[in-house]
């Protein structure tokens, strides 16, 4: 039996979804998205039968390699931007104003943090 690494199953799960966006739209893509994180298998755990069968769920046909080539190279320019702006995890956050921000008023969070954390983050970028 082959198995598969989580950042395999991570990738072929964008792949899906980059394919369902382009196919069936926002809503349905939206719905792939929230049917993935319901499955319950995240850190690891994510399974390509938890893929398919969410892609199901949504009304995806069965996976094409058509737009593969177009998946792979907005995978990495994801992968790239988010190594250059240290986003090392799940959910990696900006929290800035909506204008005028600046290093001081802009935090970036590479990953899960703690309530506290993230309403530091809101303070500073509403300049309190």
Known sequence: MLTLSPVWHGRL????????????????????????????????????????????????????????????????????LAEMLGLTGTPGIIIMPAENATAQNTTVIPGVVSEDVLQQAINRAAGR
């Not at 799960?13 to 319901?38: F, M, P, Q, V, W």
């Not at 390509?48 to 009304?59: L, P, R």
């Open 13 to 80: 799960a964008s792949h899906r979804g980059l394919g369902i966006y382009r196919k069936l739209g926002e809503e349905a893509y939206t719905a792939y998205h929230n049917g993935i994180y319901r499955t319950g298998h995240n850190e690891g755990k994510l399974t390509a039968e938890d893929i398919e069968k969410v892609a199901t769920a949504v009304g995806a046909g069965a996976a094409s390699g058509d737009d593969s080539a177009a998946s792979d190279q907005m995978i990495e320019s994801n992968d790239a």
